[in-house]
C-alpha cells in the first residue's frame, strides 16, 4: 500500500506541485511505478514464431481467440488452429499494405512531385512485390489455401490503391511547370510594356528605346527558359501532359497575377472598398440617426 499523500495535495486550491507530497509517498509511487512499466512488463511476442507484437497486431490475436473462447466452453483443436491462422493473416496483411505505402509514398506521397509514369510502374512493381514478399513472411501458419486466398485479396486491394496513387500522379501534372509562373508573369508583363512603348513614346523618347530593349531581353530570356522546359516536358511525356502543364502554368500565373494586383490595390485604396464605399456608409449612417 502506499502512504499517504499529504494534507496540502488535499485541499482544492493545490497546483500539482509534487513538493507539496510526503518523501515517502513519492519514494513508494517511484517503486510502484517501475515495477509495472518496467520490471513486470511483459513484452507480447506470437507463440509460433517468437516475435515482437505490435499494439494493432496483437488485437487481432485478442479478437481471434475471443471469437473462439466465447461459448465458455474449452474449444476444439482446430478451433485454436484457425484462430492462430486468421490471426497471423491479419496481421499479415496489415504488414503487406503498410510495406506497400510505405514504398509508395516515398516516390508518389502526397507532398512529392509528378514523376514519369514509367517510374511510377516500376514503383509500384516493386512495391507490389515487396508487400507479397512481407505477407508470406508473417502468415507462414495455417492452410496453404486459405493463406493464398488472403494473398490475391491483399493483391487485389493494393492494385485499386495504386490506381489511387495513378490518379493523384495525373492530376499533379498541372504542377509540373508551376515553378515557372513567376518567369511567365514577369515576361507577359515585360512584352506588354513593350508594345505599349512601342507605339506610345519610342518614337521620340531615348529612354523608352531603352526600356524598351531591356523587356526585350527579359522576356526573350524568360521564354527561351519555359520553352526548353516544355521542349523536355513533350520530349519525356507526349503532347497531352506537355498542354496539361502548360494550362497548369498560365492559371498559376494568372493567380500570381490576381494576388499581386489585389496587394496593389489595397496599399493604393485601402481595403474598405474605395470611397464609393465610405460614402455609402456614410449614407447609410445618417439614414439610421433620422
Not at 507480447?44 to 461459448?71: N, Q
Request: with cysteine.
Amino acid at each position: 500500500f502506499l502512504p499517504h499523500i499529504g494534507l496540502k495535495p488535499l485541499r482544492k486550491r493545490w497546483t500539482g506541485d509534487l513538493d507539496d507530497c510526503e518523501p515517502g509517498f513519492k519514494k513508494m509511487t517511484g517503486h510502484f511505478l517501475r515495477n509495472v512499466f518496467d520490471r513486470t512488463l511483459v513484452i507480447k511476442k506470437d507463440i509460433v514464431r517468437d516475435i515482437e507484437l505490435t499494439p494493432k497486431s496483437l488485437g487481432y490475436y485478442i479478437t481471434s481467440f475471443t471469437e473462439v473462447f466465447k461459448d465458455g466452453q474449452m474449444p476444439e483443436a482446430v478451433s485454436l488452429f484457425t484462430a492462430m491462422t486468421k490471426a497471423t493473416t491479419l496481421e499479415a496483411r496489415e504488414k503487406a499494405i503498410e510495406k506497400y505505402k510505405i514504398i509508395m509514398d516515398s516516390k508518389a506521397g502526397p507532398n512529392k512531385p509528378y514523376v514519369k509514369q514509367e517510374v511510377l510502374d516500376n514503383t509500384m512493381n516493386k512495391a507490389l512485390e515487396e508487400a507479397r514478399v512481407e505477407f508470406k513472411k508473417i502468415a507462414a501458419f495455417g492452410d496453404q489455401k486459405q493463406r493464398e486466398e488472403a494473398l490475391l485479396k491483399v493483391v487485389d486491394y493494393l492494385q485499386e490503391e495504386g490506381k489511387r496513387y495513378e490518379e493523384a500522379n495525373r492530376n499533379r501534372v498541372g504542377k509540373i511547370l508551376a515553378g515557372s509562373a513567376m518567369f511567365a508573369l514577369i515576361a507577359t508583363v515585360a512584352f506588354v510594356l513593350d508594345f505599349f512603348s512601342d507605339y506610345t513614346c519610342d518614337w521620340w523618347s531615348d529612354t523608352c528605346v531603352q526600356g524598351s530593349k531591356l523587356m526585350k531581353y527579359v522576356y526573350t530570356a524568360a521564354a527561351m527558359y519555359i520553352g526548353t522546359q516544355v521542349f523536355f516536358l513533350y520530349q519525356g511525356e507526349g503532347q497531352i501532359v506537355m498542354f496539361k502543364a502548360l494550362g497548369g502554368l498560365w492559371a498559376e500565373a494568372s493567380h500570381l497575377g490576381m494576388q499581386y494586383y489585389q496587394e496593389y490595390y489595397v496599399r493604393r485604396f485601402g481595403g474598405g472598398g474605395g470611397e464609393g464605399s465610405k460614402s455609402l456608409n456614410s449614407l447609410m449612417k445618417l439614414d439610421s440617426q433620422e
